[in-house]
C-alpha cells in the first residue's frame, strides 16, 4: 500500500499569509495525485486533481505542483474561511490511499 | 448538477450487515467515465476508501475490507449500494458515497454528506 505522509500536522496561521502543505508518498504515484478540503460537519470538496489542476469553482489562491513522491498545496493569501483539514489521495497505485492530513488553522 | 445523497440505517448491530444506498440525481449512473464509490471516516479520524463500481458493474475493493464488502448497482433507480457484513464497533463511521472522474485523473469530484453508522448492541 502506498503511505500519503502529510505535513505539518497542523499549521496556524493569520489572514493574508502563505499556507504551504506537503504530501510525501512512499513510492511514485507519478501525477496522479489530488488534494481535498473538508471542514468540520461536511463531507471532502475537490480542490485539486492531477496533482497541479484546480477543480471547477476553486479560487486561484489555491495552487497545487509536484509529481512522483512530493506533492505541495499553497494557499497564496490564507482567508478566513480556508480553516479547515486538507487531506491528500493518490489513485496511481493499488489500493486508493489518501493521507493523514493537515488542520489549518486561522489565527 | 449531479448530486448523491446516502440512505440507510444509522445504528447497525455487531456481527450484522450495514446495508447503505447512494441514489445519484442529475445525472445518469449508466454514463461511463464515471465509477461510484464508497468511503468512510471514523470519527475524528481521516478517509479509508472502500471500493468502487462502474456503470458496467465490474467491481474494485479495498483489499483490508474486500472479503465483507459488495458494491452493487439499480440503474432502475440510478442508485448503488453498499454492503459490508459481520461488522464491529471498528466499523462505526461516517460513510460517503463519491463519484469518480475519469476526465479529473480518477478524482472524486462529487460526494455525498456523508451518513454515520454506529455499530452497537
Known amino acids: 500500500e502506498t503511505v500519503l505522509t502529510q505535513s505539518p500536522a497542523t499549521l496556524s496561521l493569520s489572514p493574508g499569509e502563505r499556507a504551504t502543505l506537503s504530501c510525501r508518498a512512499s513510492?511514485?504515484?507519478?501525477?496522479?495525485l489530488a488534494w481535498y478540503q473538508q471542514k468540520p460537519g461536511q463531507a471532502p470538496r475537490l480542490l485539486i486533481y492531477a496533482a497541479s489542476n484546480r477543480a471547477t469553482g476553486i479560487p486561484a489562491r489555491f495552487s497545487g505542483r509536484g509529481s512522483g513522491t512530493d506533492f505541495t498545496l499553497t494557499i497564496s493569501s490564507l482567508e478566513p474561511e480556508d480553516s479547515a483539514v486538507y487531506y491528500c489521495?493518490?489513485?496511481?497505485?493499488?489500493?486508493?490511499?489518501f493521507g493523514g492530513g493537515t488542520k489549518v488553522e486561522i489565527k | 448538477q449531479v448530486q448523491l445523497q446516502e440512505s440507510g440505517p444509522g445504528l447497525v448491530k455487531p456481527s450484522q450487515t450495514l446495508s447503505l444506498t447512494c441514489t445519484v440525481s442529475g445525472g445518469s449512473i449508466n454514463s461511463g467515465g464515471y465509477y461510484w464509490s464508497w468511503i468512510r471516516q471514523h470519527p475524528g479520524k481521516g478517509l479509508e476508501w472502500i471500493g468502487y463500481i462502474y456503470y458496467t458493474a465490474n467491481t474494485y475493493y479495498n483489499p483490508s475490507l474486500k472479503s465483507r464488502v459488495t458494491i452493487s448497482l439499480d440503474t432502475s433507480k440510478n442508485q448503488f449500494s453498499l454492503r459490508l457484513s459481520s461488522v464491529t464497533a471498528a466499523d462505526t463511521a461516517v460513510y460517503y458515497c463519491a463519484r469518480v472522474n475519469h476526465l479529473l485523473s480518477d478524482a472524486f469530484d462529487i460526494w455525498g454528506q456523508g451518513t454515520m453508522v454506529t455499530v452497537s448492541s
Open positions: 513510492q511514485s504515484v507519478s501525477d496522479y
Open positions: 489521495h493518490q489513485r496511481y497505485k493499488w489500493p486508493l490511499t
